[in-house]
């Protein structure tokens, strides 16, 4: 839970709190961990896949019909402006200073 809140830039317990809500929607499962039982393995159900899919299209449905008579230079920038958007919170949130440290990579058994 502290990984995925330090990733999503959350307080553990506001992160904890919307995995708590997203299992008992049946969107995810929680497992622990062997041999740290301490840590839990976070892994979207089928049902949450399916949801994230529906969400993603729609989403992408929106757009398009919300930008269908942008001029194409208009749009152009509307995809700089969202790369660069993109690139501060990378490297505030990533990479930068204020990133999160990687964990390092587990060996497996």
Known sequence: MKT???RL????????RQIAAM??????????????????????????IARAETVR?????????????????????????FERYNRAVAERYLTGEDAAPTPEPRATH
């Open 57 to 81: 299209r729609e989403r992408t449905d929106g757009f398009a019909e919300l930008l269908a008579d942008w001029e194409d230079d208009d749009l152009r920038t509307l995809g700089e402006m």
């Open 9 to 16: 830039g959350l307080d553990p317990s506001t992160a904890g």
């Open 23 to 48: 299992e008992r929607a049946g969107l995810v499962e929680r497992r622990c961990e062997p041999p740290d039982r301490r840590r839990a393995l976070i892994t979207p159900t089928a049902e949450g």
């Open 4 to 6: 995925l809140a330090e």
